[in-house]
């Protein structure tokens, strides 16, 4: 009978997708439907919308959907007899599971393209408002065209070009128009170009010693690497254990370079490309002095070079990025132990004046010669034959000043070694309004 019954239901809703049929028991428990395996969500119909019905009450009239656990659908029903006895009703839910897929697909439909023709028509009026503006601002600037034009044609050489040549005026003797206002600014600017051009020049031939001697500071420990695990490969069977240790050990020093230096130069990338910008809060120069001095501290040891700190009582917080300024204080720290002979020292001094916090970091190493002074931190050096870094420690300290709008010296020593300085500015705490 279940069987006979789900063919029956199934092929009447063959013949109509949008019902769905139920044979319901006379106490409204769902004795025989066809929905597939799973989708039915009620195990009986209430059965007194279905009564209302039956008596004729005002329409519409919603019952129970049985694919759902709390839907209500437009129904209709009838009593099912059997001998003259009632057994049970017949359920037809008139918008099915079916009728109400289609329909949100079809809204769905109708959403899209209702975007779609708005965007486009959007897009088009984007587009035509777009040129006529491009319109209204490029009609003076093509006016400007032609006396551009004119400075092209007289040939002036673009690695000195001298003052503008005269330009015809482009409006009447007095005019206050803009084109007149733009063509000065032009005749300015073509007045500076050779200026620009130079210091263009001068930023190349820079950039290419930098990546030069890069390249060098480079080559010189990968190519001792390469040596000594060469060797370490060839005389394996021959090496004892120490001189093995000592080959690795040299290798593993170089290797620390290479990456020290890597890492420099994604820095310095960063920090000169703009990914990279200060996050300022306020703390303490005395402790991250103190934090600094407790990196270096072993290696200053086994140097034999003293790290002095001087500094007054009660100084106050600085506004800064914390990480940046720390990186600033390594470099210098760094740059001064590498060229410190062992007994001497190193100092950092602090000092309040005015809205700023002065710091000066100085060494008694072999100082740096007056002939290399000149673009100090924008171009690599050497100090007693060695090159300091490549010249990158420095010029990541002078970009992280740059970025806070401070600038780091060179200052002048009375006797041997090397004297930076450079300024943060001071946190000051803004007073509370009254109320």
């Given at each position: ?72 659908k437009v129904f209709s029903a009838a009593p099912l ?320 000043l740059e970025l806070h709008g401070r600038e780091i ?27």
């Open positions: 009978m279940p069987g006979a019954v789900r063919n029956l239901f199934s092929q009447l809703m063959i013949v109509n997708p949008s019902v769905e049929v139920y044979l319901l028991e006379p106490d409204g428990r769902i004795a025989g439907h066809a929905a597939p395996e799973g989708r039915l969500r009620r195990d009986r119909v209430d059965l007194a919308p279905v009564r209302r019905l039956l008596d004729g009450g005002v329409l519409p009239i919603l019952g129970d959907d049985p694919r759902s656990v709390d839907g209500r007899q059997v001998n003259g006895r009632d057994v049970g009703f017949i359920y037809v839910v008139l918008l099915g599971e079916a009728h109400d897929l289609f329909a949100a697909r079809g809204s769905a439909n109708v959403v899209l393209k209702t975007a779609l023709w708005s965007i486009g028509l959007v897009a088009l009026l984007c587009l035509a408002a777009g040129l006529v503006a491009f319109n209204l601002i490029t009609r003076p600037l093509r006016r400007l065209t032609e006396a551009v034009r004119q400075f092209d044609v007289h040939g002036v050489p673009p690695e000195l070009p001298p003052a503008a040549p005269a330009v015809a005026p482009m409006a009447p003797e007095g005019s206050r128009d803009e084109i007149a206002v733009l063509d000065t600014a032009y005749r300015h600017m073509v007045a500076r170009i050779g200026e620009q051009w130079k210091a263009l020049t001068r930023q190349d031939q820079e950039r290419g010693e930098l990546i030069a001697n890069v390249s060098h500071d480079l080559r010189t420990p990968l190519s001792s690497l390469h040596g000594y695990l060469e060797t370490l490969l060839l005389k394996d069977a021959v090496l004892d254990a120490p001189e093995r240790r000592r080959y690795l050990a040299i290798a593993i020093e170089q290797s620390r370079r290479v990456g020290e230096l890597a890492q420099s130069l994604f820095e310095l990338a960063r920090l000169e490309y703009g990914f990279v910008q200060p996050d300022p809060e306020s703390f303490s120069p005395v402790d991250l002095v103190q934090d600094v001095f407790q990196k270096f501290e072993l290696r200053a040891e086994s140097r034999r070079v003293a790290l002095k700190a001087v500094f007054p009582p009660h100084l106050p917080p600085v506004h800064a990025d914390l990480g940046m300024i720390e990186r600033v204080l390594s470099n210098l720290l760094d740059n001064a132990l590498r060229y410190t002979p062992e007994g001497g020292h190193i100092e950092i001094a602090l000092a309040a004046s005015d809205d700023s916090l002065d710091v000066t970091i100085g060494d008694t190493g072999p100082g740096i010669p007056q002939e290399l002074r000149e673009g100090l931190f924008q171009r690599p050096f050497t100090v007693g034959g060695a090159r300091r870094d490549g010249g990158l420690g420095l010029r990541i300290v002078h970009r992280i010296i060179l200052l002048e020593t009375s006797g041997q070694g090397a004297r930076f300085g450079f300024s943060l500015p001071v946190f000051r705490k803004v007073a509370a309004g009254p109320g």
